[in-house]
């Protein structure tokens, strides 16, 4: 019997000595981790399916941010919360000339400053006091200036595994979407013909085998304008929330309507900001919650206000076991027993929420060309799984059940 998403939170609620319930098996579940096997910071090595509880998927993530910050240390260090971000930097948002001198006054010193302008926002970089920790430094610079919008340049993680196999099985082609899709990953590699690709990491814009595969279910689902913005590139700290933040500002500016994002992180002001100011200019943005199971933090970007948190489910219409969470759930799309183009043009099997995610773009990008309000579009579009109505597992239902290859 498959336990339910709301079966797996209840046994973590309840001492380890209780959860052994009679008739409960936990099923193959694909790994998650390691964290960064390349500096692309994604899991395109092979699936192994071993049994995990949705316990041992917390541990996987405080492993993979563990093993992380110690690898990369010379590039990435913990925040005060124990989240990994960009080393002895802190973002300023908006900063008046008052702040900023109280900032000096503190011994930071600026490392650059930049206005998006599609995003009406300035953001400005300090560098943290010479062997001073991240954490302190953020300590030191709200008690000097605790009005001002600080955030540590957070990093954020694709969610998803890519696999080669062979070829897919044929799939109808899908009615043609024009509105143009912003994609905020890895870049595309071979096969994935793109409108425009830019970089926002060093390096960038890198093929990727995680970016190829989102890219590619894009278009498998009609989309014909693609924008893909690379966050990641050959960089350590690649996939910050700045580099986020640029990704924005140049797909609002270039016409983007709707933004995939297959990525996770924790709660970051910058970020939250910027994505609040593409939805005030009517951008969709769609998110995934994850793979790091139903007891871990809410994923952000998908838990900030407005974003449309996506979830995965398998061929059997049944919810990832390894699906992680937000604070609001929208929509469930099929994010496993599907298969997609690698970084070399080949075809690749999938796992993973991210993978779930361009497909409810696409069908966001298809509901805005017909015009009226989309999500009313969507809503009636969407198949209602599990309990009747809006639930935990499946938001308000499952979108584009057919449009990914099998």
Not at 47 to 73: C, F, G, K, Y
Not at 128 to 148: D, T, V
Not at 251 to 275: D, F, Q, T
Request: charged fraction near 20%; include cysteine; charge should be neutral.
């Amino acid at each position: 019997m498959r336990p339910s998403l709301a079966l797996l939170t209840m046994l973590l609620a309840v001492p380890a000595a209780a959860q052994l319930v009679p008739g409960v098996s936990l099923p193959q579940a694909p790994v998650v981790g390691p964290v960064m096997q390349s500096v692309e910071q994604t899991l395109d090595g092979p699936l192994e399916n071993i049994r995990q509880s949705a316990e041992s998927l917390v541990q996987a993530r405080a492993d993979r941010i563990s093993d992380l910050l110690h690898r990369q240390r010379e590039f990435v260090e913990p925040d005060a919360n124990g989240e990994p971000a960009v080393r002895g930097e802190l973002l300023l948002l908006d900063p008046d000339g008052a702040t900023l001198a109280a900032a000096r006054g503190a011994g930071f010193a600026e490392a650059g400053s930049e206005t998006l302008g599609s995003l009406g926002m300035t953001v400005t970089r300090l560098q943290a006091p010479r062997g001073m920790s991240l954490a302190e430094a953020q300590r030191r610079l709200l008690r000097a200036a605790p009005n001002a919008d600080i955030a540590p340049d957070n990093l954020h993680f694709q969610s998803g595994a890519v696999r080669v196999e062979a070829a897919a099985q044929a799939v109808a082609a899908a009615p043609a979407i024009a509105t143009p899709v912003g994609v905020i990953d890895g870049a595309p590699g071979k096969g994935e013909a793109v409108a425009a690709v830019r970089g926002f990491a060093r390096g960038a814009p890198v093929a990727s085998n995680h970016g190829s595969a989102v890219v590619s279910l894009l278009q498998g689902a009609g989309v014909r304008r693609v924008l893909a913005a690379d966050v990641y590139g050959n960089d350590p700290a690649g996939g910050n929330a700045l580099a986020i933040v640029r990704a924005l500002d140049w797909l609002a500016g270039s016409g983007a309507r709707v933004v995939s994002i297959s990525l996770v992180g924790p709660r970051n002001g910058v970020l939250e900001k910027a994505i609040g100011a593409v939805r005030s200019k009517g951008m969709v943005v769609v998110a995934a919650v994850g793979n790091d199971g139903p007891a871990a933090p809410p994923a952000y970007p998908a838990s900030y206000p407005g974003v449309v948190a996506v979830t995965g489910v398998d061929g059997h219409e049944r919810p990832l076991i390894e699906a992680g969470r937000a604070l609001h759930l929208d929509y469930a799309a099929p994010g496993a027993n599907i298969r997609g183009r690698n970084k070399g043009g080949g075809w690749a099997g999938l796992r993973g929420t991210s993978f779930a995610v361009p497909l409810v773009a696409a069908r966001a990008a298809a509901a805005l060309e017909w015009g009226g309000a989309w999500q009313a579009t969507l809503d009636r579009e969407a198949i209602d799984l599990g309990a009747k109505g809006p639930d935990a597992q499946f938001g308000r239902g499952l979108l584009c059940a057919k449009c990914a290859a099998r």
